[in-house]
């Protein structure tokens, strides 16, 4: 008797179990959360922060129509979000069915079928054929005592917002990788064309300093540190030519593209308008995707 009171007890106890309360803020309250927990210097505070994510089109600020396309076409064609796009329908579908589970359940069923009976009397053959049809009808609901049912439903929605978080996580990502390949691919070529331009110079250089020789108003050795010079020029655009290639090739694969380093760019670094500041660094944290995400599985483990 003591030994089925104890294991009633102990499973009670793990049944209560099965709820567990997060003292995670909610979606409305990260700024206070941060601020509370955070324990950040009082000047970052003093700024006057909104608190609120900063909305808008962050890559139509560069007012580059070329960058918005290629990121677009990363975006439509990167393998990273299409898998996380499908764990985030999976996830869909998984709380769909914890959902499912707390609701009442009915299935019903029906049969249909003939019998036929012979008999012979007095010399005569009868035969006597008859229907049969079936209709059944069975309901279940389980009460969901312990919360048992609610408490997987909670950890399925926290897992299908970690793969929303997963999600724009990695669409943020690619956007920003391809922005930035997009500046490096217009800085490669504006640099490179500083090289030219220097070898146009140092060339120019070598030029008049031989003149200056043949006359006999340089040495020698200023002119082998002309050519020195021209020489480390010429090198200096090979290198510019193959950085600005790789540069190309990066771009091209991830807007899924074959890395070919045909892509032409203006070799105009694109503009980005004065940032306003969001004073305490610390309400970042509450924006970012990874750490949404990472908050969001803490809450489906309990």
């Given at each position: 008797m003591k030994r089925s009171i104890l294991l009633l007890s102990t499973a009670i106890v793990a049944a209560c179990a099965t709820s567990p309360t997060s003292s995670r803020p909610k979606a409305g309250e990260p700024v206070e959360f941060f601020a509370e927990t955070a324990n950040v210097p009082a000047e970052w505070a003093a700024r006057g922060v909104a608190g609120?994510?900063?909305?808008?089109?962050?890559?139509?600020?560069?007012?580059?129509?070329?960058?918005?396309?290629?990121?677009?076409?990363a975006l439509a064609n990167s393998p990273t979000l299409e898998s996380r796009a499908a764990i985030m329908r999976a996830s869909e579908a998984a709380t769909r069915s914890a959902r499912?589970?707390?609701r009442p359940s009915l299935s019903a069923s029906a049969s249909a079928g003939v019998t036929s009976t012979s008999s012979t009397f007095g010399g005569s053959a009868d035969r006597t054929t008859d229907g049969l049809y079936g209709i059944g009808l069975d309901g279940s609901w389980e009460i969901d005592l312990w919360n048992r049912l609610g408490a997987a439903v909670g950890a399925a929605d926290a897992d299908y917002v970690a793969s929303q978080a997963d999600f724009a996580a990695?669409?943020?990502?690619?956007?920003?990788?391809?922005?930035?390949?997009?500046?490096?691919?217009?800085?490669?070529?504006?640099?490179e064309r500083v090289a030219?331009?220097?070898?146009e110079a140092r060339d120019r250089v070598r030029t008049l300093t031989e003149r200056r020789f043949q006359r006999g108003l340089s040495d020698a050795l200023d002119v082998r540190t002309a050519r020195s010079t021209l020489a480390q020029a010429e090198a200096a655009i090979a290198a510019r030519r193959q950085f600005t290639g790789e540069t190309a090739r990066r771009l091209e694969t991830l807007v899924g593209r074959y890395p070919s380093a045909e892509l032409d760019a203006p070799a105009e670094i694109p503009m980005l308008e004065a940032i306003v500041s969001e004073g305490n660094p610390a309400?970042?944290?509450?924006?970012?995707?990874?750490?949404?995400?990472?908050?969001?599985?803490?809450?489906?483990?309990g």
């Open positions: 609120v994510a900063p909305t808008g089109d962050w890559l139509g600020q560069f007012n580059d129509p070329l960058m918005v396309g290629l990121v677009n076409e499912a589970a707390r990695a669409e943020l990502s690619v956007a920003a990788q391809t922005a930035n390949a997009w500046i490096s691919l217009n800085e490669a070529l504006a640099q030219m331009l220097t070898l309400l970042l944290l509450s924006r970012r995707p990874d750490i949404a995400a990472a908050e969001a599985r803490v809450k489906a483990a």
